[in-house]
């Protein structure tokens, strides 16, 4: 049989990301040039800074990604591309890259939504079998997908207001950590003690929701007190409070989501799925499903996962027309 090869393009953030897959899962290769140096020094992502960079760099991505994966434009198959949810500026600097590439090599165009590459970076680890529950947890989102079958995604909960992701960056802000702090939270928290106790909102709640506004609230009211009074804090302790606090939430939800539907495997996906505590939480707490997690380098944002979600899309028929706009906002239910 013929191979099968998707060129896929994701650019929805921070990261200028080009992967070509191999028929279903054999990524061979995934590029991935990141802009988090230039937003450091603004604490965040600056979107018009982010869409500039985007320009830059992404036609050489593309030509690494082929070079990588020794193959040529004409053996491609397919272009797939993130058309949301996202920064509408950064994102629409990948589509017209992959529709001027589509449309100049005769290519259909699939679009792809960034949570359900998060969720499908999960194929690469073993083949999923459905129905299935992931829970998503990245700077934008935080949200339980029931997956009936391949392509078929449905949000039974989310947050109310702030994402995991950001959280962790808002109160790595606070305590004066480079951006994103999600990663040195997660170190550091690994070397002290849940000591200060901050809330778990909604945890007792009998629904799916989740709430990380408070906790950050709870989080910056701890440390402006304590800097008034000139009190130290610890900060070992701080992040291991913080992230014991995530955590709980995080499980009590993703349990009563388990309980209330019939599933053989959890799926945890998105860039704080890279969250070594989280993991461990994981391996202590859930044992009735099996949980998959991508690999690292699948955690945070990359093409990869926009292709091993695409090949599902292309399995449906699901292409898009050349006039194909930016939904920054695109749910699930939108696609
Ligand atoms: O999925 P992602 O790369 O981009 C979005 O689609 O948002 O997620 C980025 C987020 C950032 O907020 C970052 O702080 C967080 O993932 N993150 C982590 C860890 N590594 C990255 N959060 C907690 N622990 C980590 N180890
Ligand atoms: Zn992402």
């Known amino acids: 049989m013929k191979n099968r090869y998707i060129l896929a393009i994701e650019s929805s953030c921070d990261e200028t990301s080009v992967a070509i897959l191999k028929n279903d899962t054999e990524l061979l290769s995934n590029i991935i040039a ?40 004409s053996d491609l198959d397919a ?14 600097v990948g589509m017209a890259a992959a529709k001027a590439f589509a ?13 359900a590459g998060h969720l499908m970076a999960a194929r690469e680890v073993k083949e999923l079998t459905y129905p299935l529950l992931a829970l998503l947890v990245s700077g934008g989102h935080t949200e339980l997908v029931y997956v009936q079958k ?20 808002k109160v790595g802000r606070v305590m004066g950590l480079s951006y994103p702090a999600g990663r040195e939270i997660d170190q550091l928290a690994h070397k002290g003690q849940d000591t200060y106790h901050f809330p778990r909102a909604m ?10 506004s408070g906790l950050k609230s709870a989080f910056i009211n701890l440390h402006h007190n304590a800097q008034q009074k000139g009190e130290d804090l610890i900060l070992e302790d701080l992040c291991a409070s913080f992230q014991a606090a995530v955590m709980d939430i995080l499980m009590a939800k993703t349990k009563k989501a388990l309980s209330s539907y019939s599933v053989k495997s959890l799926v945890v996906a998105g860039g704080v799925a890279a969250n ?43 292409f898009a027309k ?13 696609m």
Request: proline content about 5%; hydrophobic content about 40%.
């Open 34 to 73: 990141s802009q988090v140096e230039s937003h450091k020094r603004f604490g965040g992502v600056v979107p018009e800074v982010a869409s500039r960079h985007h320009v830059e760099v992404i036609t050489l991505c593309i030509e690494d990604a082929l070079q990588e994966a020794a193959i040529e434009a």
């Open 79 to 92: 272009v797939a591309v993130t058309y949301g949810p996202g920064l509408v500026g950064a994102l629409l």
């Open 103 to 115: 449309w100049a090599h005769g290519l259909p165009l699939i679009p792809v939504n960034h949570m």
């Open 150 to 169: 391949p392509g078929d995604y449905k949000i039974i909960g989310e947050t109310r207001d702030d994402a995991v992701g950001e959280a962790y960056d």
């Open 203 to 212: 945890i007792k709640e009998d629904n799916l929701e989740f709430s990380f």
């Open 276 to 318: 070594q505590g989280l993991r461990e939480r994981l391996s202590q707490d859930i044992q009735d499903v099996e949980v998959i997690i991508p690999p690292l380098r699948l955690c945070g944002d990359n093409a990869g996962m926009i292709a091993l979600a695409a090949a599902i899309e292309y399995e449906k028929g699901h």
């Open 322 to 334: 050349l006039d194909l706009n930016a939904k920054p906002s695109l749910s699930f239910e939108g």
